[in-house]
């Protein structure tokens, strides 16, 4: 979780994981893996939330309150920004997610 805190500090004050899960009553593992489709929805065409909702199976409400959370879509699109600046952290993101999830 210390990569996505560490990212989550550089577009919003006050906002680490764990709090954050506990504010919305997800684990971290689900608040990593609902941020990370949010990020990936977030360039693509459609509704941002929607289509992070689609992919994690979370509803809508629970995404638009971690949006909130972190921010506002202003700071999503920093945050996504962020993340492909960092050359492949999208993708470590996803295979951490995947490895909590069972896939790898």
């Known amino acids: 979780m210390g990569l996505l805190d560490g990212l989550l500090a550089q577009v919003?004050?006050?906002?680490?994981?764990?709090?954050?899960?506990?504010?919305?009553?997800?684990?971290p593992e689900q608040i990593e893996s609902a941020v990370q489709a949010l990020a990936q929805a977030h360039p693509a065409?459609?509704?941002?939330?929607?289509t992070a909702a689609a992919s994690t199976g979370l509803s809508a409400e629970t995404l638009q309150q971690i949006?909130?959370?972190?921010?506002?879509e202003g700071a999503l699109a920093s945050f996504a920004?962020?993340?492909g600046q960092?050359?492949?952290?999208?993708?470590?993101?996803?295979?951490?997610?995947?490895?909590?999830?069972?896939?790898?």
């Open 12 to 27: 919003t004050e006050n906002v680490d994981v764990k709090n954050l899960a506990a504010k919305v009553g997800l684990t």
């Open 45 to 50: 065409p459609g509704d941002t939330v929607a």
């Open 67 to 72: 949006v909130a959370h972190i921010g506002g």
């Open 81 to 83: 920004s962020l993340l």
């Open 86 to 104: 960092q050359g492949g952290v999208l993708g470590q993101l996803g295979g951490l997610a995947e490895g909590f999830f069972g896939k790898k």
